[in-house]
């Protein structure tokens, strides 16, 4: 039997192959085993349209976002740049100009 790696869902170690793709019978999960090779090579970010980010990357911020102890919240449309991946709820890190050092949810910046 091929050595078939854990379930990227629930990681159960039970999968099986069917139909060309790897099937989780206790979650249901369906994945392709060259999907699975690709994920665990490094962090993987994606923005509010699907789209990967990666280090170094410029993005753009698509709605209001209100800054505890800031007088105002960072508009929608503001452009960030030199962007930084890392693990964690809030995935970005960077420098916002009038803002200074912030860490941003990948759910609410596009790809510029």
């Known amino acids: 039997m091929e050595n078939i790696a854990p379930c990227p869902s629930c990681k159960s170690p039970y999968g099986y192959e069917m139909d060309g ?4 019978p206790e979650c249901g999960f ?7 090779a690709t994920e665990e090579e490094g962090l993987i970010v994606k923005d509010s349209n699907g789209t990967i980010l ?6 753009v ?3 209001d976002l209100p800054v505890k102890g ?9 452009k960030v740049k ?5 693990e964690g709820d809030h995935n970005i890190d960077c420098k916002i100009d009038g ?4 860490a941003l949810k990948s759910e609410f ?3 510029a």
């Not at 800031?70 to 929608?76: L, Q, R, S």
């Not at 030199?82 to 890392?86: D, E, G, P, T, Y």
């Open 21 to 24: 793709k790897i099937v989780c």
């Open 30 to 36: 369906e994945w392709v085993a060259e999907e699975e």
């Open 54 to 59: 990666s280090n170094g990357d410029a993005v």
């Open 61 to 63: 911020i698509v709605k």
């Open 70 to 78: 800031a007088p105002k919240p960072i508009k929608a449309g503001t």
């Open 82 to 86: 030199s962007i930084r991946l890392v």
């Open 99 to 102: 803002f200074g050092s912030m």
């Open 109 to 111: 910046v596009k790809k």
